[in-house]
């Protein structure tokens, strides 16, 4: 469980390299595919064989469970649960590879054509998907909300893709972290509120809309929410009740059309992560709260056409990505971004020109401008004193780049393409 844990919330970014090569070499952590610290196998095996030496016999009696059946088996007894204290239910999604169409095909051939080997067809079809729910029920998996209710001291609770079958109500007071990912339920309700909650994931569920979090209480020490791959969520609730928020994830909640104007208000945010949401219009219009803010991801909103007037009051921003958006000017007050480090404008082929004030980004480390539309770059870009990567390529419009370009000191890598911008390259340092 323990984790579980640390690979949500640690990245290689945010450790130290002489740190992290001391852990790894002593075999006390170790790196996965996504470039994320998780404890080592055998340091998890050793924190579970002290758990279960609390008790061998009774899983009811241990501080935390993480087997299957062991799990099931307490949900079953509602009176023992007090010494829990977190709970990881994992019920990994299978995607299954089916035709909806196959049966329904299969019964209009049989229609128009009555044969036997068109009866067949439709039967081995109808079979065919007869299994295929059989599969899926059996993979479902349910447990009642009674026993949370005697859970008094549980801090941490996953019950990824389960179903939880009685009232909400039932959750503890000192539940810390719920990770509920593929939740079935449309709407949180109303009596839902574990007054402590610091981490809610709801990813990949069925929610439409959060209760309205204004003057609850549930909100009230949310640290982390992410509802990312949400795709039925219609919107996100007035979050002005919230002093603690610091990430927020809406990653592919593609039925977002907009935001509510309370989310540029929020003063803890740290990052805000709305990547892929492709049906959103509008940002709220004062983001001028987002004090803190150092991440602002809108990767892939291939509808919004501008960023708020004041982004220049995010003064903590460290990395804006708009790619792919329809994007067609930044706002000439960008320029007091003076901590921003990337700016990445991938593939918006909307935009034509950059700021002259983009020169005074002296943070600036590096700038993506790949399949835009720009036709020239300013010449205040060679006063970007701390770029160390500009990227240029497949910019059909672009044909010259200012001689400016020769002043940036701190450059390393220069990709560009076409190959006839070759020629205005020189006294710079690049890498194809």
């Known amino acids: 469980m323990c984790q579980t844990i640390i690979s949500h919330r640690v990245s290689v970014k945010s450790t130290e390299e002489p740190e992290r090569a001391v852990f790894t070499a002593k075999l006390l952590i170790k790196i996965n595919e996504d470039n994320i610290l998780c404890m080592h196998d055998q340091i998890r095996d050793m924190g579970r064989q002290i758990v279960r030496q609390e008790n061998f016999l009774d899983p009811c009696m241990r501080s935390r469970l993480w087997d299957r059946d062991e799990i099931l088996t307490v949900f079953q007894d509602d009176k023992r649960g007090k010494y829990i204290q977190g709970i990881v239910l994992d019920i990994k999604r299978k995607h299954m590879v089916k035709d909806p169409s196959g049966a329904r095909l299969s019964w209009q051939n049989l229609l128009r054509t009555p044969n036997f080997t068109s009866t067949i067809t ?24 009674k026993p949370l209710g005697t859970m008094l001291h549980l801090r941490m ?26 939740c079935p339920l449309r709407y949180l309700p109303s009596n839902f509120c574990p007054q402590g909650l610091a981490v809610l994931d709801l990813s990949d569920s069925k929610i439409e809309r959060i209760w309205d979090w204004h003057g609850s209480k549930v909100g009230g020490k949310l640290k982390v929410l992410n509802l990312s791959e949400c795709t039925n969520l219609a919107a996100i609730p007035n979050l002005s009740g919230n002093r603690t928020l610091e990430k927020l994830i809406l990653e592919n909640c593609k039925g977002l059309v907009k935001v509510h104007e309370s989310l540029g208000n929020l003063n803890t945010l740290l990052h805000l992560n709305l990547r892929g949401c492709s ?31 004041n982004i220049d009051s995010l003064q903590c921003l460290k990395e804006l990505l708009v790619d792919e958006t329809a994007i067609e000017n930044l706002p000439e ?9 990337t700016l990445d404008l991938n593939r918006c082929r909307l935009l ?35 770029l160390e990567k500009l990227s240029v390529m497949w910019c059909s419009s672009l044909t010259v780049l200012p ?19 070759k020629k205005y390259l020189v006294l710079v340092r690049y890498e194809i």
């Open 122 to 145: 439709y039967l081995r079809e109808s079979y065919k998907e007869y299994k295929q729910e059989q599969e899926k029920k059996k993979r479902e998996v349910s447990i009642s909300s």
């Open 157 to 182: 609770l996953q019950i990824d893709y389960v179903n939880i079958e009685g009232k909400l109500k039932n959750l503890p007071d000192e539940l810390k972290w719920l990770q509920w990912k593929g």
């Open 279 to 309: 049906n959103l219009v509008k940002l709220p219009t004062d983001v001028s709260g987002l004090k803190r803010l150092e991440n602002l991801i809108l990767s892939g909103c291939s509808k919004l056409k501008e960023l708020p007037e």
């Open 333 to 341: 007050s960008i320029f007091r971004l003076t901590k921003l480090e």
């Open 352 to 386: 034509k020109r950059l700021p002259q004030s983009i020169g005074k980004l002296h943070s600036l480390k590096e700038l993506s401008l790949n399949s835009t539309g720009l036709e020239e770059l300013p010449n205040s870009i060679g006063s970007l004193a701390s």
């Open 403 to 421: 001689d400016s370009i020769g002043n940036l000191k701190s450059l390393t890598e220069l990709l560009f393409w076409p190959v006839q911008l």
